[in-house]
């Protein structure tokens, strides 16, 4: 089941995007989740997770600038992206923790202008 990542776009550096999953009842249940992104060139990256009790890590790259949640009632996770970098544009999927190859959507496109 893909997991379709949206919210992405274009933004000015030291802007704020909010990105959205909606995940499966059965998906979000049992698994924690994570945001990941890939930037060109480079291979995909977890920036942050949460466990489905709510317990978040984060890279160091985003930490303190990014915040991921989840609402169990909407079967949604988030990503509250604030003070953006240029180094930030990439593509940003969701997926569960551990991932799942089948659970890979086509994400969604963060762009940073300087």
């Known amino acids: 089941v893909q997991l379709q990542a949206s919210g992405g776009g274009l933004v000015q550096a030291g802007g704020s995007l909010r990105l959205s999953c909606a995940a499966s009842g059965t998906i979000f249940r049992i698994n924690g989740m994570g945001w990941y992104r890939q930037a060109p060139g480079k291979q995909r990256e977890l920036l942050a997770t949460i466990t489905i009790r709510g317990s978040t890590t984060y890279a160091d790259s985003v930490k303190g600038r990014f915040t991921i949640s989840r609402d169990n009632t909407k079967t949604t996770v988030y990503l509250q992206m604030n003070s953006l970098k240029p180094e930030d544009t990439a593509v940003y999927y969701c997926?569960?923790?551990?991932?799942?190859?089948?659970?890979w959507g086509q994400g969604t496109l963060v762009t940073v202008s300087s």
């Open positions: 997926n569960t923790v551990p991932y799942r190859q089948t659970n």
